[in-house]
């Protein structure tokens, strides 16, 4: 059984930094890749940073790119999502996720397993 817990996360003024962490179990995590998204109220889940099975590729939406950084350790089976520049827009809970696929999946649909998530609040 997989499983994914995450966190780090909190509340945090505009123009800080956070540094979310998964970690993982239940099967081979260097095998696949990993996702971060998030969720915030009344609105629908979105992709914020992917990674493939060997940390060299990445991807980011655009709303995060040149302020987050995805990274993984796989010694540790852990993914990590480091946060700048944080705007009141970021806050969401943060979820991390990982599929089938050792390459970059952004579609929320292609993951089957899911972490409990964590919140993250970014005061004006």
């Known amino acids: 059984q997989v499983q994914l817990v995450e966190s780090g996360g909190g509340l945090v003024q505009a123009g800080g930094s956070l540094r979310l962490s998964c970690a993982a179990s239940g099967r081979t995590f260097s095998s696949y890749a990993m996702g971060w998204f998030r969720q915030a109220p009344g609105k629908e889940r979105e992709i914020v940073a992917a990674i493939n099975w060997s940390g060299s590729s990445t991807y980011y939406a655009d709303s995060v790119k040149g302020r987050f950084t995805i990274s993984r350790d796989n010694a540790k089976n852990t993914v990590y999502l480091q946060m700048n520049s944080l705007k009141p827009e970021d806050t969401a809970v943060y979820y991390c996720?990982?599929?089938?696929?050792?390459?970059?999946?952004?579609?929320?649909?292609?993951?089957?397993?899911w972490g409990q998530g964590t919140q993250v609040t970014v005061s004006s």
């Open positions: 996720a990982t599929g089938r696929s050792m390459y970059i999946m952004v579609v929320p649909t292609l993951y089957d397993y």
